[in-house]
């Protein structure tokens, strides 16, 4: 089993910024792909950014490129999740899944972190 903790939500103003960490605690070896997903009031839960712990390579959806970056510490074995210009609609929970490769499927979840964006 992995373990994922999620922090560092919080409220921010539109056009602000907030770094997002999740530590992976347990199996972490059986696990190379880490992602972000968030979800909306209503909305189904959909996927943000993902990386490989070993190599590196990352994908992000589109409403989110050139906004958020994905990067991790292997040392720490924590993952990051860095939210530029954020806009309202950004509001949501965000969480942190493992799964096996990327990209996909994710087969272990955090409890999510909240991100409100409103002036």
């Known amino acids: 089993q992995v373990q994922l903790a999620e922090s560092g939500g919080g409220l921010v103003q539109p056009g602000g910024s907030l770094r997002l960490s999740c530590a992976a605690s347990?199996?972490?070896?059986?696990?190379?792909?880490m992602g972000w997903f968030r979800q909306a009031p209503g909305k189904e839960r959909k996927f943000v950014a993902g990386i490989s712990w070993k190599s590196g390579i990352t994908y992000y959806a589109d409403s989110v490129k050139g906004r958020f970056t994905i990067s991790r510490e292997n040392a720490k074995e924590t993952v990051y999740l860095q939210l530029n210009s954020l806009k309202p609609e950004d509001t949501a929970v965000y969480y942190c899944?493992?799964?096996?490769?990327?990209?996909?499927?994710?087969?272990?979840w955090g409890q999510g972190t909240q991100v409100t964006v409103s002036s």
């Open positions: 899944a493992a799964g096996s490769n990327l990209p996909g499927p994710y087969d272990h």
């Open positions: 347990g199996r972490t070896f059986s696990r190379d792909a």
